[in-house]
């Protein structure tokens, strides 16, 4: 089965920074990855998802994920953090044929002033 | 298009009682997802539809736990008799297409097991 790993539980940075979250996933064939955004007391909004095609993609608010099959990877970016980007970021992958979508555990970004 | 709506937002209980939780998914969408997210565990699947059918429920975790979806409007997720570890957010979502594509949350349930 599927299973996606985000390895930073909690990740700090200063507003205006650059960031980047960690993805690796680990599935036989090409899943379907998606990076959701939980803000507290929220449920989860899409951000961005890979299905095929270019490997860089593009999301809401500012954000960019690139599909790197040689590490599994699919790591989200954003050039510039804003305040309002605090939250929990859930890395998602799918599997087409049966719906079982699994989570990893979710990294909980803090912005500083 | 109002969202996917989950009632209550908040609910405690005490062990042994039953416990209720709604979702209105939204209109036209085939899919319906219920979730669980504790610190522990994370998110985890508990079950989902597809047309108002349980596809599959092998992510609920017992049989004090039940789900239905009546028509294609309105699911249940029940917990008979509960628990303090069923203490969670649970949340519903719902789909088009399933997981190759976008799942719209709820604002999720909180319950609390005392």
């Known amino acids: 089965a599927q299973s996606v790993t985000q390895p930073d539980i909690h990740i700090t940075v200063s507003e205006g920074a650059s960031l980047e979250l960690r993805c690796n996933y680990s599935?036989?064939?090409?899943?379907?990855l998606f990076w959701y955004v939980q803000s507290p007391g929220q449920g989860l909004q899409l951000l961005l998802k890979?299905?095929?095609?270019?490997?860089l993609v593009q999301g809401i608010k500012g954000f960019e994920a690139e599909f790197k099959r040689s590490q599994s990877s699919f790591n989200l970016r954003k050039p510039s953090v804003h305040w309002s980007d605090a939250a929990e970021y859930f890395c998602a992958v799918g599997e087409g044929n049966n719906n079982d979508m699994r989570f990893g555990a979710g990294t909980r970004l803090t912005v500083k002033p | 298009d109002a969202g996917v709506i989950q009632s209550p937002r908040h609910e405690v209980t005490e062990m042994g009682q039953e416990v209720t939780l709604r979702c209105k998914p939204i209109s036209g969408h085939d899919y319906l997802f219920w979730y669980r997210q504790t610190m522990m565990r994370g998110l985890e699947l508990l079950i989902y539809?597809?047309?108002?059918?349980?596809?599959?429920d092998s992510g609920m975790p017992e049989d004090r736990f039940s789900a239905k979806m009546p028509n294609a409007s309105f699911s249940t997720l029940k917990i008979q008799p509960s628990e303090p570890r069923d203490s969670a957010v649970y949340f519903c979502a719902s789909s088009p297409t399933g997981t190759t594509g976008e799942l719209f949350f709820g604002e999720g349930s909180r319950l609390t097991v005392l």
């Open positions: 890979y299905f095929s095609g270019d490997t």
């Open positions: 539809f597809n047309n108002n059918v349980p596809i599959d």
């Open positions: 599935y036989g064939a090409t899943p379907y």
